[in-house]
């Protein structure tokens, strides 16, 4: 899936618009992700993504970066034999499109 624009609050994933966070999958957008904690990414927030088994799980902390993915978060991603990458949503964007052929889940925060 390519992601085709991005700005403040709002992306257009393979010609569908979405003014909420997101998650993107290989074949399928979940539309309004929302997180327990806001802007912490905490494990629960991941529990639709890590029993895909993604080769990359890609992080958008938001336009400026405030999304944090707390520590213990980290290690479990890692723990799961899969690559972490996390960036600000404009560089996360970039990261997916190149990597979009590759078994990968993008998670999105739109704002921040």
């Known amino acids: 899936m390519k992601i085709e624009y991005y700005d403040f609050g709002e992306v257009i994933v393979d010609g569908k618009e979405y003014a909420g966070d997101v998650i993107i999958f290989p074949d399928r957008v979940r ?7 806001g802007h912490s990414l905490c494990i629960d927030d991941l529990k639709n993504v890590i029993p895909e ?4 799980i890609i992080i958008g902390t938001g336009f400026d970066g405030y999304m944090k993915i707390l520590p213990e978060t980290k290690k479990y991603i890692e ?18 499109n190149e990597l979009q052929f590759k078994h990968i889940i993008t998670c999105l925060h739109l704002t921040c």
């Open 31 to 37: 539309a309004n992700w929302w997180r327990k904690e």
């Open 79 to 96: 723990n799961q034999n899969t690559k972490l990458i996390v960036e600000t949503t404009k560089k996360a964007i970039e990261m997916h």
């Open 53 to 56: 088994k993604p080769e990359i």
